[in-house]
């Protein structure tokens, strides 16, 4: 049986770290290769890093990729302006083992495809942005700024049909708030798809981690929880083994 990942989440805004809260207000929380060096020595099982300015600026900062990648010790998911099957390559050889794909999928269906068929299913992670509006979930793209036309369930299956190895479920409402993750969400979409959802958005507590688990997710991500709480990956680790859930301790 596969055990469940602890993935801390970074969002990148220059060269640091920031959290934001429904997506909007980005705070700094620190240095992004302090940030690196830190989760390295933790026990955390991957690591995703966001530039949430490159679709903005037009452009990747892989000079800063290359560096931020060379401090990791664990798998690393690379996201944030990827829009072609050129810009995925030179992530890979800047140091990622997954791309992050979101905005572009909307707009380019075939680069989850292109991806895949080089670099394999595995390599190639979606990122789901959710919003609830009208008590349906939407996907969301451009940094939750614009809906889109599907469905958070259509988006998800239509995405995996064309090649993504797995799922990165991000509750736009939740996001920041430390209330909980959308479980009702998580649910809805890891019931859907036949790959990895990895549960992201509102993580406030290790109880939380468990829910997630519970409801479908096969990994859970966070951010406020490390940063504003204090909290540990070992301890989170811990816990959840303390429920039956099966994780990584050595």
Same mark, same amino acid.
């Given at each position: 049986?596969?055990?469940?990942?602890?993935?801390?989440?970074?969002?990148?805004?220059?060269?640091?770290?920031?959290?934001?809260?429904?997506?909007?207000?980005?705070?700094?929380?620190?240095?992004?290769?302090?940030?690196?060096?830190?989760?390295?020595?933790?026990?955390?099982?991957?690591?995703?890093?966001?530039?949430?300015?490159?679709?903005?600026?037009?452009?990747?900062?892989?000079?800063?990729?290359?560096?931020?990648?060379?401090?990791?010790?664990?798998?690393?998911? =690379?996201?944030?302006? %990827?829009?072609?099957?050129?810009? !995925?390559?030179?992530?890979?050889? #800047?140091?990622? *083992?997954? /791309? @992050?794909?979101?905005?572009?999928?909307?707009?380019?269906?075939?680069?989850?495809?292109?991806?895949?068929?080089?670099?394999?299913?595995?390599?190639?992670?979606?990122?789901?942005?959710?919003?609830?509006?009208?008590?349906?979930?939407?996907?969301?793209?451009?940094?939750?700024?614009?809906?889109?036309?599907?469905?958070?369930?259509?988006?998800?299956?239509?995405?995996?049909?064309?090649?993504?190895?797995?799922?990165?479920?991000?509750?736009?409402?939740?996001?920041?708030?430390?209330?909980?993750?959308?479980?009702?969400?998580?649910?809805? =979409?890891?019931?859907? %798809?036949?790959?990895?959802?990895? !549960?992201?958005?509102?993580?406030? #507590?290790?109880? *939380?981690? /468990? @829910?997630?688990?519970?409801?479908?997710?096969?990994?859970?991500?966070?951010?406020?929880?490390?940063?504003?709480?204090?909290?540990?990956?070992?301890?989170?680790?811990?816990?959840?083994?303390?429920?039956?859930?099966?994780?990584?301790?050595?």
């Amino acid at each position: 049986m596969l055990k469940t990942r602890i993935i801390p989440i970074l969002l990148l805004k220059g060269s640091s770290v920031v959290k934001t809260i429904n997506f909007e207000n980005a705070r700094i929380v620190g240095d992004a290769v302090t940030s690196i060096k830190v989760f390295s020595t933790r026990m955390a099982d991957e690591m995703v890093i966001v530039d949430i300015e490159a679709s903005q600026m037009g452009r990747i900062n892989f000079p800063l990729i290359k560096r931020l990648a060379s401090q990791c010790v664990m798998p690393i998911t =690379i996201g944030g302006g %990827v829009s072609s099957l050129e810009d !995925a390559e030179q992530l890979f050889r #800047s140091g990622a *083992d997954k /791309v @992050l794909i979101n905005s572009s999928f909307y707009t380019n269906q075939l680069l989850i495809s292109q991806i895949a068929k080089i670099y394999g299913n595995q390599s190639v992670v979606f990122s789901l942005d959710v919003k609830r509006v009208n008590g349906n979930y939407i996907a969301v793209k451009n940094n939750g700024t614009e809906l889109t036309q599907y469905s958070a369930i259509d988006a998800a299956i239509l995405a995996v049909e064309k090649g993504a190895g797995e799922i990165i479920l991000n509750s736009i409402d939740n996001d920041g708030l430390m209330k909980g993750y959308d479980l009702e969400l998580i649910s809805d =979409i890891s019931s859907s %798809v036949n790959v990895p959802v990895v !549960a992201t958005g509102g993580c406030g #507590s290790k109880e *939380d981690c /468990v @829910l997630a688990i519970n409801a479908g997710a096969s990994a859970v991500s966070a951010g406020s929880i490390f940063h504003w709480i204090g909290e540990s990956i070992i301890s989170l680790k811990e816990f959840m083994n303390s429920k039956g859930i099966e994780v990584r301790l050595l």
